[in-house]
C-alpha cells in the first residue's frame, strides 16, 4: 500500500485520533466544496423561506455533524462514532429531498 493509501483509510492498527483528523478534513472539504458551489450557483430568491431552507440544508448539518464526530474522536472518546450515524441520515434524507425537488421542479 502506498503511503497516501494508508493514511486515507483507517486501517486495524490505526488509532481514532487518526479517523478524527480524517473526519474533521472530510469536513473542512465538503464545507469548502459547498461554500464554493454555492457561491457560483447565485442567490435565486430573496425570500425569507429559501434563506431558511438554505441555512438549514443537510449539506451543513453533515459538515456539522461531521466536524463534531471527527474533534470527539481527536479527543479520545470512541463515542464521536454515533455521531456519524446522524450525519449519514442526513446526507441520505438531503440526496432524496433534492432528488423529488428535482423531478418536481424539472417540469414547470
Given amino acids: 500500500m502506498s503511503d497516501w493509501t494508508e493514511f486515507a483509510v483507517v486501517a486495524g492498527g490505526a488509532t481514532?485520533?487518526?479517523l478524527g483528523v480524517e473526519l474533521v478534513a472530510l469536513a473542512v472539504t465538503a464545507a469548502a466544496v459547498a461554500v464554493l458551489l454555492d457561491r457560483?450557483?447565485?442567490d435565486v430568491s430573496g425570500s425569507?423561506?429559501?434563506h431558511v431552507?438554505?441555512?438549514t440544508n443537510p449539506t451543513w448539518v453533515t459538515c456539522v455533524l461531521l466536524?463534531?464526530?471527527g474533534i470527539v474522536l481527536i479527543l479520545g472518546h470512541r463515542d464521536g462514532l454515533y455521531v456519524l450515524v446522524?450525519?449519514?441520515i442526513a446526507v441520505?434524507?438531503?440526496g432524496v429531498v433534492n432528488a423529488w425537488l428535482i423531478l418536481t421542479k424539472l417540469g414547470e
Fill in 86 to 88: 446522524p450525519a449519514v
Fill in 92 to 94: 441520505l434524507v438531503g
Fill in 67 to 69: 466536524l463534531a464526530s
Fill in 16 to 18: 481514532a485520533a487518526l
Fill in 53 to 55: 431552507l438554505d441555512t
Fill in 40 to 42: 457560483r450557483a447565485g
Fill in 48 to 50: 425569507a423561506v429559501a
